[in-house]
């Protein structure tokens, strides 16, 4: 419908022009009467090109409103330059006004129908009201150009534009007004439900600290020790674990799918399969912890309908005495001895699905006097920084570990963490960071 009325209104403006200009030509009107009809050509094309230029996409008519303004300046600028030299000024100008009145003018009132369509509750009322106010301008533009014409009706064609202008800049105002007070009232939503969020956030973290062992227990357990521990967001996928089963110490640096809310959920479930394995099936073997502990993750994320691949990588320790024991899903675990970094290599599978399970392997080790034990996630050495931007890596992380080894466990803290810093600079932290360190 609206292109049939669009098609209409355009012809019918078109079919007046010709009529207008040809009695004009044979002397049969008046030149009054001949004005009255233009103007009303100009509307009903004004009009129909309006309609038209609705049925084309949002970002399809601001492409072309860029070019078409740089045209119609490159028309007036050809118009001022042919006045001045008296050479084809009326014919400039007639193209300048007829492209400003039937292409740039209406193309300008569909954007704004599109763009003001949310405030106003009639699209019939905010149609009408772009049409007022660029028909306004076309009737303004029109009566100006005519009285330096010396043409007749040019009074009242600048009269009617001045008219329109102020009863659509006056309803316009309306709908100022309207948008300012719908974007109050969604900034107030949207505070009310970022409160909402960062107050949920916050008593997730809460929970989740309530889950980590306290430093109190964690130097209790082992004294020569730090964690470093830096999480991503308020909320974290890392987590580090201890227990004391008899005179073993357990304890484990984990890295949880993802990071925030998602990976804070993830880490809870797999923090109670951890418990679960040591404290419901009395398992101390790290090998046989992280067998059960998959088996537990599974059997929880089967319950859902949707197929869940969450899991974690973690490196799991048990230190009695000098005798270490060690298991890991990817992570490794780093023992320096005499000025050099002794790695075990984790089993390249996580706790949670896979599709080639084997059991996980438990290493044993007689530590020395002096041995220093390093568990950690991948969140240090992925962070990106330096002068080029890169990663951290491994082999630098190596680097710092052995130069910081004449300090103590939480001097060693300390560095590492300032390091950390540097290194990022005003970069983001990328990732969740956990880091053990154990000295006998």
Same mark, same amino acid.
């Given at each position: 419908?609206?292109?049939?009325?669009?098609?209409?209104?355009?012809?019918?403006?078109?079919?007046?022009?010709?009529?207008?200009?040809?009695?004009?030509?044979?002397?049969?009107?008046?030149?009054?009467?001949?004005?009255?009809?233009?103007?009303?050509?100009?509307?009903?094309?004004?009009?129909?090109?309006? #309609?038209? *230029?609705? =049925?084309?996409?949002?970002?399809?008519?601001?492409? @072309?409103?860029?070019?078409?303004? !740089? &045209? $119609?300046?490159?028309?007036?600028?050809?118009?001022?330059?042919?006045?001045?030299?008296?050479?084809?000024?009326?014919?400039?100008?007639?193209?300048?006004?007829?492209?400003?009145?039937?292409?740039?003018?209406?193309?300008?009132?569909?954007?704004?129908?599109?763009?003001?369509?949310?405030?106003?509750?009639?699209?019939?009322?905010?149609?009408?009201?772009?049409?007022?106010?660029?028909?306004?301008?076309?009737?303004?533009?029109?009566? #100006?150009? *005519?009285? =330096?014409?010396?043409?007749?009706?040019?009074?009242? @064609?600048?009269?009617?534009?001045? !008219? &329109? $202008?102020?009863?659509?800049?006056?309803?316009?105002?309306?709908?100022?007004?309207?948008?300012?007070?719908?974007?109050?009232?969604?900034?107030?939503?949207?505070?009310?439900?970022?409160?909402?969020?960062?107050?949920?956030?916050?008593?997730?973290?809460?929970?989740?600290?309530?889950?980590?062992?306290?430093?109190?227990?964690?130097?209790?357990?082992?004294?020569?020790?730090?964690?470093?521990?830096?999480?991503?967001?308020?909320?974290?996928?890392?987590?580090?674990?201890?227990?004391?089963?008899?005179?073993?110490? @357990?304890?484990?640096?984990?890295?949880?799918?993802?990071?925030?809310?998602?990976?804070?959920?993830?880490?809870?479930?797999?923090?109670?399969?951890?418990?679960?394995?040591?404290?419901?099936?009395?398992?101390?073997?790290?090998?046989?912890?992280?067998?059960?502990?998959?088996?537990?993750?599974?059997?929880?994320?089967?319950?859902?309908?949707?197929?869940?691949?969450?899991?974690?990588?973690?490196?799991?320790?048990?230190?009695?005495?000098?005798?270490?024991?060690?298991?890991?899903?990817?992570?490794?675990?780093?023992?320096?001895?005499?000025?050099?970094?002794?790695?075990?290599?984790?089993?390249?599978?996580?706790?949670?699905?896979?599709?080639?399970?084997?059991?996980?392997?438990?290493?044993?080790?007689?530590?020395?006097?002096?041995?220093?034990?390093?568990?950690?996630?991948?969140?240090?050495?992925?962070?990106?920084?330096?002068?080029?931007?890169?990663?951290?890596?491994?082999?630098?992380?190596?680097?710092?570990?052995?130069?910081?080894?004449?300090?103590?466990?939480?001097?060693?803290?300390?560095?590492?963490?300032?390091?950390?810093?540097?290194?990022?600079?005003?970069?983001?932290?990328?990732?969740?960071?956990?880091?053990?360190?154990?000295?006998?």
């Amino acid at each position: 419908m609206k292109k049939i009325i669009a098609w209409i209104s355009f012809f019918l403006g078109i079919s007046l022009l010709g009529i207008t200009i040809y009695l004009n030509v044979l002397q049969k009107i008046a030149s009054g009467d001949m004005l009255t009809w233009i103007i009303l050509g100009f509307i009903f094309s004004f009009i129909g090109m309006s #309609l038209t *230029w609705q =049925t084309k996409s949002y970002s399809k008519k601001r492409s @072309l409103m860029k070019y078409f303004l !740089i &045209l $119609l300046a490159a028309l007036l600028i050809l118009t001022t330059i042919s006045y001045y030299y008296e050479t084809y000024f009326h014919w400039f100008y007639l193209i300048s006004i007829l492209f400003f009145s039937f292409v740039t003018t209406p193309l300008n009132a569909s954007i704004r129908i599109k763009k003001w369509t949310n405030y106003v509750d009639s699209k019939l009322t905010l149609n009408l009201l772009c049409y007022a106010d660029h028909l306004g301008i076309i009737l303004l533009t029109l009566g #100006l150009s *005519w009285k =330096t014409m010396h043409w007749p009706l040019a009074n009242e @064609l600048i009269l009617f534009g001045v !008219i &329109l $202008l102020i009863v659509a800049a006056l309803s316009w105002n309306k709908i100022f007004r309207r948008q300012i007070d719908l974007r109050i009232v969604a900034e107030n939503e949207l505070k009310e439900k970022n409160t909402e969020i960062m107050d949920s956030i916050a008593y997730a973290k809460r929970i989740q600290s309530a889950i980590l062992p306290p430093a109190k227990l964690v130097k209790e357990y082992l004294q020569e020790s730090f964690i470093l521990y830096k999480p991503k967001d308020a909320v974290a996928g890392d987590f580090y674990w201890m227990e004391q089963i008899g005179t073993k110490v @357990l304890f484990a640096a984990a890295d949880c799918t993802g990071h925030g809310v998602p990976g804070a959920m993830v880490s809870v479930v797999c923090n109670n399969a951890l418990n679960r394995s040591v404290r419901e099936y009395t398992l101390v073997d790290p090998g046989k912890i992280l067998d059960k502990t998959r088996a537990i993750v599974i059997q929880e994320f089967e319950k859902s309908e949707e197929e869940v691949k969450d899991g974690m990588d973690i490196a799991l320790c048990s230190l009695q005495g000098n005798t270490l024991k060690y298991a890991g899903a990817h992570n490794p675990l780093w023992i320096v001895r005499n000025g050099e970094v002794l790695e075990t290599k984790a089993n390249k599978q996580p706790i949670g699905k896979f599709d080639k399970q084997i059991p996980y392997t438990t290493h044993t080790f007689e530590l020395l006097k002096g041995d220093s034990i390093y568990i950690f996630s991948d969140g240090y050495v992925d962070q990106f920084g330096g002068e080029k931007g890169k990663k951290f890596k491994s082999k630098a992380f190596r680097n710092l570990l052995l130069s910081i080894q004449d300090k103590t466990m939480e001097e060693q803290r300390v560095s590492i963490d300032e390091a950390f810093e540097t290194w990022r600079g005003n970069l983001e932290q990328v990732d969740d960071v956990c880091v053990i360190g154990v000295k006998i």
